[in-house]
């Protein structure tokens, strides 16, 4: 009983959901209690003799005088694990994945933890500036633990997807090309913005890098090489990387300069214009109309697909409604094109133009069937 020796095996289960605040670099009192103690030096003499204090009768009993544990930890692919890395700003690494790790504890106390965890899914949440930027983790990533339980080794990569004019990343390289090919790296193309995690879990080293998706690198040759030129030069790789996360676009050597606008301040006006009055519309229908979930997005741009500037505004029009106690959802909506080169799909009787029918499996809506 005083030396027990305990065997565990021990499963995370898929209803878990646990966070870690890890601690910050500059420590602070969290409490005062107990820091300054108070007492009245002229109070009654009875209330701090030793002899009015009550003998403890569990004084004798003997003490524990070790634990000796062992034990494995797995984990269910759906539990969640939360590890806020900066409390203030809200920064914080969302886990979802497969753990092999053995631990104990031996009679002197002192913990240890050994194996990885395979992460399957999950974000990281950063701050910047008033700007909230969320980077999906990509498949593939570990933590690691060789011992210490807070000495892990993060091997993490996520990814953030910026959609943006690849003409402000090579200007000089595509001077001497025809009007309508210059037109074309004004148009929106994907490039991914990685983060790497690497090094210890209290203090990782984190670096960044941009490339296209590999069914865009035949597209976009010269792009796919000046990422690779820029790769070589660390300074200015983080400069266009915050550039895409601040700004939403890369920058060139004078930052002030944007060669993706356009002649005019329409198309600026309109894309601003066009939020505002969407978030208007849902809260306008969330507020009038019961019984239904209606959603309105506008997107407004300038399309170069054609080779010259066309302004294109497109309207998103969704309703979805839930049936036989939320068991059923069924969503309508479609796009219309209300501006465009091509002005397809205006007519508003083709509001049914995708339909989607789901049927919850499980309360949590975890598994469910699509048509």
Known sequence: MMTPVVNADLKINKATDVTFVLPGVNPEIEDRQGVVQFFDAYG?????????????????TTSLGGLELTGTIQSDTAALITLITDERNGDAVKIKGKASLSGGIDKSGKMSLTGDYQLQSGSYQITLSVLKRQ?????????????????????????????????????????????????????????????????DLMKPQITFDIELPNNEKSRWPNVDNKLAYIRGDDAELNKQVFALLLLGRFVQENPLKNSAEGTSLATTAKSSVSKILADQLNNL??????????????????????????????????????????????????????????????????????????YMLSKDGRYLLRA
């Open 135 to 199: 980077f999906t983790i990509q498949p593939g990533s570990t933590i690691t633990w060789n011992g210490d339980p807070l000495s892990a080794t993060l091997d993490i990569t996520a990814q953030y997807v910026a959609n943006t004019q690849p003409i402000n990343l090579l200007p000089s390289e595509i001077t001497s090309l025809p009007s309508a090919e210059v037109n074309r790296y004004k148009s929106k193309v994907p490039f991914n913005v990685l983060l790497t995690m690497k090094g």
């Open 285 to 358: 229908a969330g507020s009038l109309i019961q019984g239904v979930d209606l959603n309105f997005g506008i997107n407004s741009e300038d399309d170069y697909t054609s080779g010259t500037a066309t302004s294109r505004t497109d309207l998103n029009v969704g309703v979805s409604k839930r049936l036989l106690n939320d068991k059923i959802k069924v969503s309508v909506g479609s796009n219309f094109e209300l501006e465009g080169p091509s002005n397809t799909n205006e007519n508003a009787s083709n509001i049914a133009g995708d339909i989607a029918i789901d």
């Open 44 to 60: 009654a003499a009875e209330s701090d003799s030793l002899f009015l204090i009550e003998k403890d009768s569990l004084a004798a």
